[in-house]
């Protein structure tokens, strides 16, 4: 008789304590989400330091660009109105940006924290994932705080509570458009260069976001007009105030393109950020 000798088998065949673990979809998604809520937490103990972080830049904005120009004549009177929607779409996007980027940036060269969630019962994507969604839970919660501060320092400013569920999904899409550009600077960026790439990126994606002017009132100055549309920060803007403007007001660009271009924005940024976080968990 010929005996036949196989190779054992690493699932079956070695001792359940030697045998390699499976992730789950199950044991995945509530370890997705306890990790989540341990950064939840820790923003909840340090609120009062997050709010002064997020508020005090578009706070200045709304008083002088809202309140003392307006008061000295410079601006019209319904400019109040253009402003606000597009302050709070600022907030929306860029807190998001930099609560994904920089913490990114610590965890990879510093602090190396990041080790402990990538050794987690987790696939690595949705290591990148978490932190792109609670960089944009940030977003809006930096969002939705300026809202009533634009209601203290504005005066002729209206918020209609029947459109308030659909300016919540655009502030929700553009604050995940925001962290997944949040995860590719932070993936791909030097952390060397990240406070120089973070100079010469924020100032332009704040002023080309058409947040202090309505995209369709830059028609006589079509380089910039193409300039700001390149820009997803724009289209948030445009969405809330298509939602919130009156009709016979200023033209917004159409709600489904907004929504169709920050879609586009999150897919294309969010591959690019997720195959840089992989690259950067392997290094």
Same mark, same amino acid.
């Given at each position: 008789?010929?005996?036949? @000798? ?35 937490? +820790?923003? *909840? ?10 508020? /005090? ?6 008083? /002088? ?18 402003? &606000?929607?597009? +302050? ?5 996007? @860029? +807190? ?5 980027? &920089? ?10 924290? $990041? ?6 019962? $987790? ?8 932190? @792109?969604?609670? *960089? ?7 969002? &939705? ?39 590719? $600077? ?9 406070? +120089?790439?973070?100079? /010469? ?19 006589? $100055? ?21 939602? @919130? ?39």
């Amino acid at each position: 008789m010929t005996a036949t @000798l196989t190779a054992p088998d690493p699932v079956t065949d070695f001792p359940a304590e030697l045998r390699p673990a499976r992730t789950d979809v199950r044991t995945a998604t509530r370890t997705f989400f306890f990790i989540l809520w341990r950064d939840i937490f +820790v923003t *909840g103990r340090e609120l009062g330091p997050f709010l002064a972080q997020v508020l /005090v830049e578009p706070f200045f904005i709304l008083f /002088v660009f809202g309140k003392v120009l307006g008061e000295l004549g410079y601006t019209g009177g319904g400019f109040q109105q253009i402003l &606000l929607p597009g +302050v709070v779409a600022l907030n929306s996007f @860029l +807190v998001s940006l930099q609560n994904t980027a &920089l913490p990114l940036v610590i965890d990879f060269s510093w602090t190396k924290e $990041i080790e402990d969630r990538l050794l987690a019962p $987790i696939p690595t994507s949705l290591v990148a994932v978490e932190k @792109l969604v609670f *960089g944009a839970l940030r977003g809006i919660i930096a969002s &939705l705080v300026m809202i009533p501060v634009g209601f203290l320092i504005l005066d002729d400013v209206s918020w209609p509570m029947d459109s308030f569920l659909p300016t919540l999904g655009v502030l929700l899409t553009g604050a995940l458009a925001g962290s997944t550009v949040g995860l590719t $600077i932070g993936t791909l960026a030097p952390p060397r260069h990240i406070s +120089v790439i973070f100079a /010469v990126t924020l100032t332009p994606l704040m002023f080309t976001g058409c947040t202090q002017f309505p995209w369709h009132s830059l028609a006589d $100055i079509r380089w910039f007009q193409v300039l700001c549309a390149i820009n997803p920060l724009t289209y948030v803007s445009e969405g809330i105030r298509a939602l @919130l403007l009156p009709p016979g007001g200023p033209g917004s660009i159409p709600l489904w393109i907004d929504l169709l271009a920050l879609s586009g924005a999150i897919v294309v940024f969010g591959l690019i950020g997720i195959k840089g976080f992989h690259r950067r968990a392997q290094d």
